[in-house]
């Protein structure tokens, strides 16, 4: 069957709340509140198809990629055959009408990626996976002198999205409704901060659901690269989610970031062959434009 753009239609916000069952299932939103709030202040918008029988069977969830209103993401995508396509298709025209100059996929496995291509998406990163089973503490302090580790306070929160900037190029840094829906993601959250001569020198944050364990960020000030503050902070991340209860710990980091494979190999995690692929359109390319 093909579909056009006259059998797509924009749900009303009013009608948000209906599709949350739906959601729920993804991994971007943890809660109701968490996904209400989002389609509110991230320029959530929802499209399905008329005339499929229930709302929910066909539809495209999209926002903006975290504070960029540029940037519009596909975060989440339900429908079979041509009706995914053309939900795609639809979601990215009105956005390029709408100004944006890029939309994205979330990360993506190999295989829902090659559909993406097949549609004209490129890949914008490829990024890589790790995993490392735990193991009890080594015993050593994981210290730097003259840096103190502490647990993260909201009073904090300024300072590392000030660090975080530095620290990542524009497409990765996170904003505020970013950093607070990382750290509180999982069903066990922890996040540790380096101090030094009193100012932010490094954060790391993880969490834990059940036997998993994940680091999610891990944030170095340039200034105090090269001194152990990532490794330290790691190394009491990771065996902080041990205690926890985590048998696997995972992390992941673009596929290009050599330097932070290596910590991540020299901390005990082994790359997993598959990699996650974030795919992109541009306006005009293979004619959806604006």
């Known amino acids: 069957m093909r579909y056009d753009a006259e059998g797509i ?12 069952l ?13 996904y209400l709030e989002f389609m509110r202040s991230c320029g959530g918008r929802i499209y399905s198809l008329r005339g499929t029988g229930r709302s929910t069977s066909h539809f495209v969830l999209v926002g903006n990629w975290r504070s960029h209103g540029d940037v519009t993401a596909l975060w989440y995508l339900k429908g079979h055959g041509e009706a995914r396509r053309a ?19 979330r990360p993506l496995g190999e295989g829902e990626a090659e559909e993406f291509a097949a549609w004209g998406f490129m890949p914008l990163y490829r990024i890589v996976l790790l995993e490392r089973r735990s193991r009890p503490p080594d015993g050593e302090p994981h210290g730097v002198k003259g840096v103190e580790f502490i647990r993260f306070r909201k009073r904090h929160r300024e300072e590392v999205l000030e660090l975080d900037a530095g620290a ?42 059940g036997r ?13 690269q090269g001194k152990g503050i990532g ?19 995972c992390v992941n980091t673009q596929e290009e970031n050599g330097a932070a494979r290596s910590l991540y190999r020299k901390l005990g995690f082994e790359e997993i062959p598959e990699r996650r692929l974030i795919m992109s359109r541009k306006p005009d390319s293979m004619g959806w434009g604006r």
Request: with cysteine; glycine share 8%.
């Open 9 to 20: 239609e924009e749900v009303p916000p009013e009608s948000f709340k209906s599709f949350w």
């Open 22 to 34: 739906e959601v729920k299932r993804s991994y971007f939103f943890r809660n109701k509140q968490h």
């Open 231 to 249: 490794e330290a902070l790691s190394r009491r991340l990771i065996d902080s989610l041990s205690a926890m209860g985590a048998g696997v710990i």
């Open 168 to 209: 990542f190029d524009a497409f990765w840094r996170l904003d505020a409704r970013t950093l607070d829906a990382v750290a509180s993601s999982c069903s066990r959250n922890l996040f540790l901060l380096a101090r030094e001569n009193g100012r932010l020198a490094g954060y790391a944050i993880g969490g834990t659901n």
């Open 212 to 224: 998993f364990g994940y680091l999610q960020r891990l944030g170095v000030r340039d200034a105090c």
């Open 87 to 105: 939900l795609v298709r639809e979601a990215a025209v009105r956005s390029f009408q709408g100004g944006v100059a890029l939309f994205v996929t």
